[in-house]
């Protein structure tokens, strides 16, 4: 029988991309990488499957929008050809909106940098979830989402589980609490861990994989 590390282990292998790493974004604590993992999280906050939002992201940063400056030059009409290219096409006009509205508060107020979120924050996740959601179209979810991923760079606020990382945790039969999940990996694989967890909460059948 396996121990509960073994498992959180194997669970990482199979299923622990990040989901960063599938849109494309090499996280790294610099203010491009966390521009492009907050334009993935609102992506990732409305009705619609993971991966069309995934395949959206990339097409953004296809585009070259890997950051809020980029971004916020592109007109209303260019963001919405590119999010139909990615499927976003049922949300592409708000969704066009919301990302150049997003630009702007991160330039006006942090000079364009997410780290300076964390800092005005003291790094503190529950203040820093608060800040995202100043953001339209980043709530309680979307906040969750970009503390499970940013937490591979920003020490400060792991262990970043939330309600769907635990719901995974439990189908899977680990530890529910954070600091006892937490404890079964090594902090750099806390973010892969919770993107396996999230991925077995949607699909209880990947358990059996």
Do not use: C
């Not at 719901?167 to 609490?177: D, I």
Request: no cysteine; proline share 5%; aromatic share 6%.
């Amino acid at each position: 029988m396996s121990t509960q590390r073994e498992r959180a282990r194997h669970l990482i292998d199979a299923h622990g991309r990040t989901f960063a790493a599938e849109a494309a974004i090499t996280l790294r604590d610099k203010p491009a990488p966390l521009w492009q993992l907050l334009v993935l999280s609102l992506l990732l906050s409305t009705r619609i499957s993971s991966d069309i939002a995934l395949s959206t992201a990339r097409e953004l940063f296809a585009a070259k929008w890997r950051t809020p400056q980029r971004l916020r030059a592109s007109t209303w009409a260019e963001r919405v050809e590119v999010l139909g290219r990615g499927g976003y096409r049922r949300y592409d006009e708000s969704a066009a909106t919301r990302l150049a509205e997003a630009a702007d508060l991160l330039i006006d107020r942090w000079d364009g940098d997410l780290r300076k979120v964390r800092d005005e924050a003291d790094g503190q996740p529950r203040r820093i979830a608060r800040l995202l959601q100043e953001f339209t179209g980043i709530g309680p979810t979307g906040a969750n989402i970009f503390l499970r991923e940013v937490q591979q760079v920003w020490p400060s606020v792991r262990p970043a589980f939330d309600p769907l990382v635990r719901k995974g945790a439990k189908t899977v039969g680990l530890p529910e609490q954070d600091e006892k999940l937490a404890a079964l990996v090594d902090d750099e694989d806390l973010a892969a861990l919770a993107a396996a967890l999230v991925r077995l909460a949607r699909d209880p059948g990947l358990a059996e994989a």
